[in-house]
């Protein structure tokens, strides 16, 4: 709708050729419009509250949302103890192969 709107306001009409119910340039084609957004829109919430419903009910089963660790709890404790012996973040992601922010998240 915003584009259309933009498209009409710089004083161009706009038909849709072979539906003939598309015409923006009628009352008809603009309601009809109009209605087919609000329709898209309702839409578009159902979805949402489904998604939400669905994730919900996942989360109560315990189904662990997002992606996987990157390490295992047993390298995340040695990341821990490395980078309070001093050693560098950069050192110690090179070595497990990962990314240095991953090794400081270990200190969250």
Same mark, same amino acid.
């Given at each position: 709708?915003?584009?259309?709107?933009?498209?009409?306001?710089?004083?161009?009409?706009?038909?849709?050729?072979?539906?003939?119910?598309?015409?923006?340039?009628?009352?008809?084609?603009?309601?009809?419009?109009?209605?087919?957004?609000?329709?898209?829109?309702?839409?578009?919430? &159902?979805? #949402? /509250?489904r998604c939400?419903?669905?994730?919900?009910? %996942? +989360?109560?089963? !315990? =189904? *662990?949302?997002?992606?996987?660790?990157?390490?295992?709890?047993?390298?995340?404790e040695e990341?821990? &103890?490395? #980078? /309070?012996?001093?050693?560098?973040?950069?050192?110690? %992601? +090179?070595?497990? !192969? =990962? *990314?240095h922010a991953?090794?400081?998240?270990?200190?969250?």
């Open positions: 709708m915003a584009i259309i709107e933009r498209i009409s306001r710089r004083g161009c009409l706009l038909k849709v050729l072979d539906k003939p119910h598309l015409d923006l340039t009628t009352p008809i084609g603009r309601g009809f419009i109009a209605f087919l957004s609000a329709m898209a829109e309702d839409e578009r919430k &159902r979805i #949402l /509250e939400k419903g669905g994730i919900k009910a %996942a +989360k109560a089963r !315990g =189904v *662990h949302m997002g992606h996987k660790p990157k390490l295992s709890e047993h390298q995340r990341a821990r &103890r490395r #980078l /309070e012996a001093g050693e560098s973040a950069r050192r110690i %992601a +090179k070595s497990f !192969g =990962v *990314h991953t090794v400081l998240g270990t200190l969250a």
